[in-house]
T-cell receptor, first 115, second 112 residues
Framework: EAQVTQNPRYLITVTGKKLTVTCSQNMNHEYMSWYRQDPGLGLRQIYYSMNVEVTDKGDVPEGYKVSRKEKRNFPLILESPSPNQTSLYFC??????????????FGEGSWLTVV | GQQVMQIPQYQHVQEGEDFTTYCNSSTTLSNIQWYKQRPGGHPVFLIQLVKSGEVKKQKRLTFQFGEAKKNSSLHITATQTTDVGTYFCAGRTNFGNEKLTFGTGTRLTIIP
């Protein structure tokens, strides 16, 4: 079954404590991306990756890091989380470039609260 | 930067009525995508439009891309309770640029 798996699904953490949200896909997709969803703001792209070792900033990359060492994994790293990073995070993947009309698959989401 | 606005923000309709959400971009788009997110769920890809003036249909859903490629709409005919959720458009400005800008979404609720 095609899946994008995120962990953890729910996390409450404290300001400044480094955390990583993992994302893994089992479809051998080249393209992966991270979004955050906040009320009234829709989904905003944080980072995306076109392939292994290739990453690029989205619209709201500040405070986040990513890496793409393997095709299947695309972790999101918060080096020093702050309360304004409290949000619902989604990982997504696609088999190719978006203009080709390839379906994008989203993970189930990770609820992150920073206190 | 690029902005994508969606209206209305909320829409309540009686079951069986039609529903339309509109998406407007501040810049010309290379293509536009539509997603549906059920309450408590994750976005699910519905469709992508690429050509100026393009119209695509999926059963009761009709998607349009404006002639100027700066606006789009999603129309649902005869809504059903299964249509409940938030509908998002998402646009890209350049081919080869995988930066997607999502609209703010329209939350649809159905009154049985």
């Amino acid at each position: 079954e095609a899946q994008v798996t995120q962990n953890p699904r729910y996390l409450i953490t404290v300001t400044g404590k480094k955390l990583t949200v993992t994302c893994s896909q089992n479809m051998n997709h080249e393209y992966m991306s991270w979004y955050r969803q906040d009320p009234g703001l829709g989904l905003r792209q944080i980072y995306y990756s076109m392939n292994v070792e290739v990453t690029d900033k989205g619209d709201v990359p500040e405070g986040y890091k990513v890496s793409r060492k393997e095709k299947r994994n695309f972790p999101l790293i918060l080096e020093s989380p702050s309360p304004n990073q409290t949000s619902l995070y989604f990982c997504a993947s696609s088999s190719g470039q978006l203009y080709s009309g390839n379906t994008i698959y989203f993970g189930e989401g990770s609820w992150l609260t920073v206190v | 930067g690029q902005q994508v606005m969606q209206i209305p923000q909320y829409q309540h309709v009686q079951e069986g009525e039609d529903f339309t959400t509109y998406c407007n971009s501040s810049t010309t788009l290379s293509n536009i995508q539509w997603y549906k997110q059920r309450p408590g769920g994750h976005p699910v890809f519905l469709i992508q439009l690429v050509k100026s003036g393009e119209v695509k249909k999926q059963k009761r859903l009709t998607f349009q891309f404006g002639e100027a490629k700066k606006n789009s709409s999603l129309h649902i005919t005869a809504t059903q309770t299964t249509d409940v959720g938030t509908y998002f458009c998402a646009g890209r400005t350049n081919f080869g640029n995988e930066k997607l800008t999502f609209g703010t979404g329209t939350r649809l609720t159905i009154i049985p």
